[in-house]
């Protein structure tokens, strides 16, 4: 996926002007800025939920799209099980939906919990429906957008992990936005640092020429 000299603003904000930014097929590319500067437009624009002004957006034929937000988005009436199954019920027969969905459910560890309602898990819990049901939807294009913000160091650590597990089964492109240094550090393999606006890229880090992560944690101190 590639954005060429891409532009947006939104009424007389304009915050992408001739934008450039290329997205590496089944990597996980971070963009890493403060609040505000323009990370979830151009995620947005990725998934083609956000229109362009001027430019082009490159991306690969048949792109299908799954998303992970800050907060789990779960269906409340519906329970953990049902809540991966609603988005598959359009994509696979219904034997085929419970090995997909069971599978999921056991990786990120709630086998016990697939008859629960959202409202009766744990903010963590919840969340991890929410990686499940990304990485259950047939998609090769994965769009992150904080989905680990608020949550405490000890259960953020287990997400990323249990994120990097899946992404291992399951690998895809990845495009995934923090402001969070050591969530940029562990789990990227590019980092675009970006400020200013409109904004623009103010750095750029390929996370496997460093041997020593704290040289990378120097860079992105912005």
Known sequence: MEFINVSKKFNDLKVLNN??????????????????????????????LTEIDNGEVKVTENAVYSFVFQEPRLLEWYSVYDNIDFVLKNVYNSDKRVNIIKDYIDMVELK??????????????????????????????LILDEPFKGLDMKLKREMISLFKKLWNESKRTVLFITHDVDEAVTLSDFIYILNEKPAKIIDYINILEYNDVSEVKYRLDI
């Open 112 to 141: 016990d919990f697939e008859s629960y309602k959202p409202k009766e898990l744990s903010g963590g819990m919840a969340q991890r429906v929410s990686l499940a049901r990304a990485f259950a939807y047939p998609s090769n294009v």
């Open 19 to 48: 934008f450039n930014i290329r997205f590496e097929k089944d990597k996980i590319t971070c963009l890493f800025g403060p609040s505000g500067v323009g990370k979830t437009t151009i995620a947005n624009i990725a998934a083609n």
